[in-house]
């Protein structure tokens, strides 16, 4: 009986790490409400995307999809370099490559576009009313006392 549950346990392990690991090599962190901070293995390929299901790609939330590439399209122009988040929010830190400049970011969860159909719905301008930012980090902190956000990148 004893060698029966070794043969389910540890086959049934392995896929559980195997899935992690999966998840880390994509890039993939969830950050609630179907927003995940997506990237690969280059740091400027990080961005927070809303996305359902297995997270290859979404509408892009920060910084939006004009914000992450320049004008060509072919270079990354923002990333972000540090997300965090709670039951209600999402604070995030973006980093603009040619302006060498930090960017902050505040994203309400309160948003429910499950039932949507994003194809028919603009779910884009429902995601970026949530979205405050881009601001200074002086505007940052002011606006996170302001709504009594709980957050750091610490």
């Known amino acids: 009986m004893q060698k029966k549950a070794i043969v389910i346990i540890v086959p049934l392990f392995v896929l559980i790490l195997s899935i992690i690991s999966c998840n880390e090599m994509s890039g993939e962190y969830s950050l609630g409400n179907h927003l995940s901070l997506w990237g690969n293995d280059r740091k400027e390929e990080r961005v927070i995307v809303y996305c359902t299901g297995d997270c290859h790609g979404g509408i892009y939330v920060v910084p939006t999809y004009k914000r992450h590439y320049d004008s060509s399209g072919q270079h990354y122009a923002e990333y972000v370099?540090?997300?965090?988040?709670?039951?209600?929010?999402?604070?995030?830190?973006?980093?603009?490559?040619?302006?060498?400049?930090?960017?902050?970011?505040?994203?309400?969860?309160?948003?429910?576009?499950?039932?949507?159909?994003?194809?028919?719905?603009n779910c884009d301008s429902i995601l970026q009313s949530h979205v405050t930012g881009p601001l200074s980090l002086t505007e940052f902190e002011n606006k996170k006392e302001a709504l009594n956000i709980q957050l750091d990148f610490k």
């Open 81 to 121: 370099e540090a997300a965090k988040s709670n039951k209600k929010w999402v604070i995030a830190k973006t980093y603009q490559i040619n302006e060498k400049q930090e960017n902050y970011w505040i994203i309400s969860k309160n948003f429910d576009i499950d039932s949507l159909d994003c194809a028919k719905a």
